[in-house]
C-alpha cells in the first residue's frame, strides 16, 4: 500500500514551525509499516528549510520516505494535473476523529492487509 503520512500533529507534537517531540512509537510504526513493504508519502503543509528539518529529523531517526509532498521521488508539479497526493491510506490529526495511538494505527492498517489477501 501506499500510506501518506502528515507530520505536524502526526509523528511529532504540534510546535510549527519548530519541531515538536516525537509522538510516541509514530516513526517506530511507520519503519514497520516500511518493512511490510508499503510505501511512505511525507504528507504536510511544511516547505522550504521547514520541510527540510522535518525530513532530516525523520532521517536522523532511519525514517526514509518513498516521496515527499509528492507521489513519486523527482515528480514536479506542473499545474497540469491535480495536485492530491494519491494514496492508499491517510494518516493525519486533521482527520474528522482526530489520529489515534500509533498502536490502534497498526492494527487497524494490519487488518486492511489481511482483508485484501
Same mark, same amino acid.
Request: net charge negative; hydrophobic share 35%.
Given at each position: 500500500?501506499?500510506?501518506?503520512?502528515?507530520?505536524?500533529?502526526?509523528?511529532?507534537?504540534?510546535?510549527?514551525?519548530?519541531?515538536?517531540?516525537?509522538?510516541?512509537?509514530?516513526?517506530?510504526?511507520?519503519? *514497520?509499516?516500511?518493512?511490510?513493504?508499503?510505501?511512505?508519502?511525507?504528507?504536510?503543509?511544511?516547505?522550504?528549510?521547514? *520541510?527540510?528539518?522535518?525530513?532530516?529529523?525523520?532521517?536522523?531517526?532511519?525514517?526514509?520516505?518513498?516521496?515527499?509532498?509528492?507521489?513519486?521521488?523527482?515528480?514536479?508539479?506542473?499545474?497540469?494535473?491535480?495536485?492530491?497526493?494519491?494514496?492508499?491510506?491517510?494518516?493525519?490529526?486533521?482527520?474528522?476523529?482526530?489520529?489515534?495511538?500509533?498502536?490502534?494505527?497498526?492494527?487497524?492498517?494490519?487488518?486492511?492487509?489481511?482483508?485484501?489477501?
Amino acid at each position: 500500500m501506499i500510506i501518506a503520512v502528515d507530520f505536524d500533529g502526526t509523528i511529532v507534537e504540534h510546535k510549527f514551525p519548530e519541531i515538536g517531540e516525537e509522538i510516541p512509537f509514530a516513526i517506530e510504526t511507520l519503519k *514497520l509499516f516500511q518493512k511490510k513493504g508499503h510505501k511512505l508519502i511525507l504528507w504536510t503543509y511544511r516547505s522550504g528549510k521547514e *520541510l527540510d528539518e522535518a525530513v532530516e529529523f525523520c532521517e536522523k531517526r532511519g525514517l526514509y520516505f518513498h516521496a515527499v509532498n509528492n507521489n513519486f521521488d523527482g515528480e514536479e508539479f506542473d499545474n497540469t494535473y491535480s495536485r492530491k497526493i494519491y494514496a492508499d491510506i491517510y494518516i493525519d490529526d486533521r482527520n474528522l476523529l482526530g489520529i489515534p495511538e500509533w498502536k490502534k494505527i497498526y492494527e487497524m492498517i494490519t487488518e486492511k492487509e489481511e482483508e485484501k489477501k
